[in-house]
C-alpha cells in the first residue's frame, strides 16, 4: 500500500510539473519586456551657409563686438515668453536648439526667420530643409517687431 502511495505521489509530481497551457483572456494586456525601436529618419542634413541672408525685410545686420547687455536682457524676456514652447538653448524639441545658431546661420537669416517665417518657409532653401527635419513642424509669425527681433538676435549670441 505505501509502495502505491509513493507511485501515485510521484505520477502526480510528473504529471503535475509539465507544461502549463496558459488561458489567453480578452481585454488589456501589458508587457514589461523593453523592446528597442529604431527611428530612421529620411530627411537630408541641413546645410550651413552663413552667406544666406534669408527672405524677408532685414538686408543688413551688424553685431557690436560686445554683447548689449540691456537689449539680450529684452530679447531673453521675449524668448521666454514666446520661443521656449519650441527651443530651447542646447536641446532639440520642436525647433532646432539655438545655441550657436549664428555658427549655422547669418544674422540677417536668423531675424528674417523671425520676422517672416511664413515667407522663408516658402522660399528660403534652408528654411524648408528645416521644416522637413523637423516633422513639419512650422514656425508661427508672432507678429514681432523688428526692435523686438532685433533683441532676441542680441540674447541669442548669449547662449
Given amino acids: 500500500m505505501k509502495k502505491l502511495i509513493a507511485v501515485l ?18 481585454g488589456f494586456e501589458m ?19 552663413l552667406d544666406n541672408k534669408g527672405i524677408g525685410p532685414i538686408t543688413s545686420v551688424e553685431f557690436a563686438t560686445e554683447v548689449d547687455v540691456q537689449m539680450a536682457a529684452k530679447g ?11 527651443h530651447m ?7 532646432p536648439a539655438l545655441k550657436g545658431v549664428y555658427d549655422r546661420r547669418s544674422p540677417e537669416w536668423v531675424m528674417n526667420m523671425i ?11 534652408i528654411a524648408i530643409a528645416l521644416l522637413k527635419e523637423y516633422n513639419n513642424a512650422i514656425m508661427l509669425n508672432q507678429n514681432l ?3 523686438e527681433a532685433r533683441a532676441v538676435a542680441e540674447y541669442l549670441r548669449t547662449l
Avoid: H, W, Y
Fill in 9 to 26: 505521489g510521484i505520477a502526480g509530481l510528473i504529471f503535475g510539473c509539465g507544461e502549463k497551457k496558459e488561458e489567453k483572456k480578452e
Fill in 31 to 49: 508587457s514589461r519586456t523593453k523592446k528597442e525601436v529604431k527611428v530612421e529618419t529620411t530627411s537630408e542634413e541641413v546645410p550651413i551657409d
Fill in 76 to 86: 531673453e524676456e521675449t524668448f521666454s515668453a514666446i520661443c521656449t514652447a519650441c
Fill in 89 to 95: 538653448a542646447e536641446q532639440r524639441m520642436i525647433g
Fill in 115 to 125: 520676422l517672416n517665417p511664413d515667407g522663408m518657409l516658402k522660399e528660403d532653401p
Fill in 145 to 147: 517687431k523688428e526692435e
